[in-house]
């Protein structure tokens, strides 16, 4: 993988041990490539930290893949039927090398969480040396950075 796109890894996992979350500092990595400024990513990156709105569906990490694939490959013509299938197409190859890589695309799943979450958990745990020991999420971060990076890079 070139230089420039391992140092966009590394600026994933940056951004997350900065205290962003997955979504985000997997967008942000790249968004740049696609006019998007960092504040920009972050912001349209936002709401799906914590596997969407912290109800731990599809994982931010994952979801900043879906993103970005609709940055680089999306269509913007509605009757665009065949853009539309190549966007779709690019969404899951990226998704199952995700899933291979991790076991699942469900953040509940990669936390080991058992059950719904219930609405109103919108309360972000405090990121500290005890969070990081027992959270996957940067390792998360890193697979998504990685796994875009990889597919930029062929």
Known sequence: MKEELQ??????????????????????????????????????AAGFGGGVGRL??????????VILAGMKDGQTD?????GKANCYRVVQELLEEFRKENGSVICAEL??????????????????????????????VESAARIFASYLDN
């Open 78 to 82: 509605g009757s665009d039927a065949q």
């Open 7 to 44: 140092q966009r890894v590394q600026r994933a996992v940056e951004n997350f041990m900065a205290g962003y979350g997955c979504c985000q500092s997997v967008v942000a990595a790249f968004a740049d490539l696609y006019g998007f400024t960092d504040q920009q990513a972050k912001l349209v």
């Open 56 to 65: 731990r569906m599809m994982c931010g990490a994952v979801s900043g893949l």
């Open 111 to 140: 936390l080991g969480i058992k059950g719904a979450v219930p609405p109103g958990n919108f309360v972000p745990d405090v990121r500290n040396a005890e969070y990081y020991k027992k959270r996957p999420c940067v390792a998360k």
